[in-house]
């Protein structure tokens, strides 16, 4: 059995950023994700950050011809059914997300973070009613990770969440399409 401060479920950009924050207190961390490294965070091409937030939380900015997709300052948002125009004038960045997500890894590892890719999230484990950790499965081998976090950083599929039992005091219920954006 693994010990480790806290295991994070979803190593995209989420899982990393956390991950990066609680290793570089000194925190004991793993971050599993389903996926295998040269498809976490592809699931969508672009995603975009406002300039002045990389600053505020202290991300890593993107390179160019690395994961910088574009940058451009100014805009014009419309309400829902095309009514009131309203301008902007912040610079926003767009990134290439699998490419910023590697970025964002390599951030957390370098605080001392460790990932795991190709390992899945089974169930918590408990002791008296408490989160005690996870199972876990890895090249089709099943193991326990005690932890005394587990974070669920999976995205719209709440891998951990979903399943927290009734009453446990979190929302358990799946996200269906029509929950979504």
Avoid at 62 to 88: R, V
Avoid at 130 to 150: D, F, P, Y
Avoid at 153 to 161: A, F
Wanted: glycine residues 12%.
């Amino acid at each position: 059995m693994e010990n480790y401060d806290v295991l994070i479920v979803g190593g995209s950009t989420t899982g990393s950023y956390l991950a990066q924050g609680l290793a570089s207190r000194g925190h004991k961390v793993l971050v599993i994700d389903k996926n295998p490294q040269n498809k976490i965070g592809s699931k969508y091409d672009i995603f975009h950050i406002a300039k002045p937030e990389f600053a505020r939380f202290r991300l890593p900015m993107p390179i160019q011809g690395e994961d910088l997709a574009f940058e451009f300052t100014g805009s014009e948002a419309y309400s829902a059914f095309g009514h009131y125009p309203k301008a902007g004038n912040g610079t926003v960045i767009g990134m290439h997300m699998h490419a910023y997500t590697l970025r964002l890894n390599r951030w957390a590892i370098s605080a001392g973070a460790e990932y795991r890719y190709e390992t899945r999230f089974i169930d918590l484990t408990y002791k008296a009613g408490r989160i005690t950790g996870a199972k876990i499965s890895q090249n089709g081998e099943e193991k326990i990770i005690k932890a005394q976090l587990v974070a669920d950083c999976s995205g719209i599929p709440s891998v951990v969440r979903t399943k927290l039992p009734d009453g446990y005091g979190v929302e358990n219920f799946v996200i269906g399409p029509k929950d979504m954006f």
